[in-house]
């Protein structure tokens, strides 16, 4: 059964970068089937996409946070993982990852919506 | 304008159906996009539902009972998650999602008491 797990710092101090993991059990995020993202959601409202990535290195992001944002993989350990620079208390939020289904194989660019979610967890940017 | 706009509540009772919008910005076509339903409950990441576009481009979700359904009411140019039979575990935060403009965009969310 594929489980996502998030892990990393829970407390960010402001200006510095946000950095978590996600690693993949039960599946391999080098399979040609699949996309991996990121989301998030601050406390009490609604969620907000960030960016995917394909095992291979193509990423898709938020064009709002575009900026800002760097995901990437490490395959030999099956994990994939996001920074965000210039933290904000406008960061903190429960932060998310997530499956993608590819559309098409071979990385094309075309994926689904998420279909497997990890559990979460919690950012705080704050001095 | 937000790109999808949800009613931020709606409330019915065990047993009934309850019928939960996510309308389109004008000028957004909902027939040109796949709409996704997730279900989230306090604590607990989302849970996705369900994907629909037609009746010919439509996927449940795994484990999903059938009493979720997805479709769309161009009239309104919105998508709509239909809940029969409602249960008292119904309750809680509806989101739906599209792909617009290089970007998954969700709507607002529905808090749905039963």
């Known amino acids: 059964q594929l489980q996502l797990q998030e892990s990393g710092p829970g407390l960010v101090k402001p200006s510095e970068t946000l950095s978590l993991t996600c690693t993949v059990s039960g599946g391999s995020i080098s399979s040609s089937s699949y996309y991996w993202g990121w989301i998030r959601q601050p406390p009490g409202k609604g969620l907000e996409w960030i960016g995917t990535?394909?095992?291979?290195?193509?990423?898709y992001y938020n064009p709002s946070l575009k900026s800002r944002v760097t995901i990437s993989a490490d395959t030999s350990r099956n994990q994939f993982s996001l920074k965000l620079s210039s933290g904000t208390a406008a960061d903190t939020a429960v932060y998310y990852c997530a499956r993608h289904p590819a559309l098409e194989a071979a990385g094309t660019g075309y994926y689904y919506g998420m279909d497997v979610w990890g559990q979460g967890t919690t950012v705080t940017v704050s001095s | 304008q937000a790109v999808l706009t949800q009613p931020s509540s709606l409330s019915a009772s065990p047993g009934a159906s309850a019928s939960l919008t996510c309308t389109l910005r004008s000028g957004i076509n909902v027939d040109t996009y796949r709409i996704y339903w997730y279900q989230q409950k306090p604590g607990s990441p989302p849970h996705y539902l369900l994907r629909?576009?037609?009746?010919?481009?439509?996927?449940?979700g795994s484990g999903v009972p059938s009493r979720f359904s997805g479709s769309k009411d161009a009239s309104a140019n919105a998508g709509i998650l239909l809940i029969s039979g409602l249960q008292s575990e119904d309750e809680a935060d509806y989101y739906c999602m599209i792909w617009h403009s290089s970007a998954w965009v969700f709507g607002g969310g529905t808090k749905l008491t039963v």
């Open positions: 629909y576009k037609s009746d010919s481009d439509k996927q449940q």
């Open positions: 990535i394909y095992y291979s290195g193509n990423t």
